[in-house]
C-alpha cells in the first residue's frame, strides 16, 4: 500500500538509475494481493507509459484472482504486451478450495491462459494438498497451462524433513517423472529443474 507520489519517486528512481547493461526492466507489483490497488496500477502504468516512454520496461504483477472484475479484465487485456498478470492457483478443486478458501469456481483461469499463454502459473504445497501433487501439475497441464513456474510451500506449514513427508512427496513425484516422460513437449515444473550439480 502507498500514495500514488511515494509510487511516482519509486518509478522515477528505478529509471534514473538504470546501469548501462540493463535493456529491459521490470516493474512488480507486490502483494497480499495487488487487484486491491487496481486504481494505483493503473495510475502507475499511465505514468510510466508518459513519462518514459522511450525505454524499454514491462510490469508484472501475481494475483490469487479472486477480485479480478470484467472491468480489471479489459484493462489487462489492452495492456497485456506491456502487463503480465500471473496467476497463482493450486491445482484441482478439493486442492485449491482447501488452499484458498473456496475460490475453484470464482477463478477464470482462462483468462489468464488466453492473454499469457507462456506465463505458466505458480502453485502452493500446503500438508493437505501434497498427496494431490501429481494429480493437480498433470490437471493444470490438461487445461492449457504449459509451464508450472513455482511450487512453494505455505510457511511454516510443514517440515519437508518429517518422514511422513518424504513418504508422501516420492510417490507423487515419480508419477511426475512417468508423466513428463512421456509429455516431453510440457516444460518441467520448478521441482525438476535442477542442475545436477546443485544436487
Partial sequence: ???????????????????????????????????????????????????????????????????????????????????????????????QDYNRSNSFDDIDVSFFINNWPKQGIKMTLSEFSLEYLAESIKYLHSIGINNIIGVNLFEGNFDWNQEKYIQLLVPQLKELVDFYVENDDLHLNQMFNKKIDIL
Fill in 1 to 95: 500500500d502507498m500514495s500514488f507520489d511515494t509510487a511516482k519517486k519509486c518509478i522515477d528512481n528505478i529509471f534514473e538509475n538504470i546501469p548501462n547493461e540493463y535493456d529491459d526492466i521490470e516493474i512488480s507489483f507486490i502483494g497480499g494481493e495487488p487487484l486491491l490497488k487496481f486504481e494505483l496500477i493503473k495510475s502507475v502504468v499511465e505514468y510510466t507509459n508518459q513519462k518514459y516512454a522511450d525505454y524499454n520496461y514491462f510490469f508484472f504483477a501475481s494475483t490469487n484472482g479472486t477480485v479480478l472484475t470484467e472491468e480489471m479484465k479489459e484493462w489487462f487485456s489492452t495492456y497485456k504486451d506491456i502487463f503480465t498478470l500471473g496467476l497463482s492457483f493450486d491445482g484441482i478443486k478439493k486442492v
